[in-house]
């Protein structure tokens, strides 16, 4: 996980382990993506993070 400039946290989608042959192109390529935590989920997160 990671910190942005604005404070988001942004996250690795999931998916992407082992069986890459059955999933479709589309959903292969969408899971390179970094995705982002929501607020509610960024705030517990953020509390355990040590700096």
């Given at each position: 996980?990671?910190?942005?400039?604005?404070?988001?946290?942004?996250?690795?989608?999931?998916?992407?382990?082992?069986?890459?042959?059955v999933?479709?192109?589309?959903?292969?390529?969408?899971?390179?993506?970094?995705?982002?935590?929501?607020?509610?989920i960024a705030?517990?997160?953020?509390?355990?993070?040590?700096?």
């Amino acid at each position: 996980m990671k910190v942005t400039g604005t404070g988001k946290i942004t996250r690795k989608k999931s998916g992407k382990g082992h069986l890459l042959s059955v999933k479709s192109g589309k959903s292969r390529r969408n899971m390179r993506q970094t995705a982002t935590v929501p607020d509610h989920i960024a705030r517990a997160i953020k509390e355990q993070m040590v700096h």
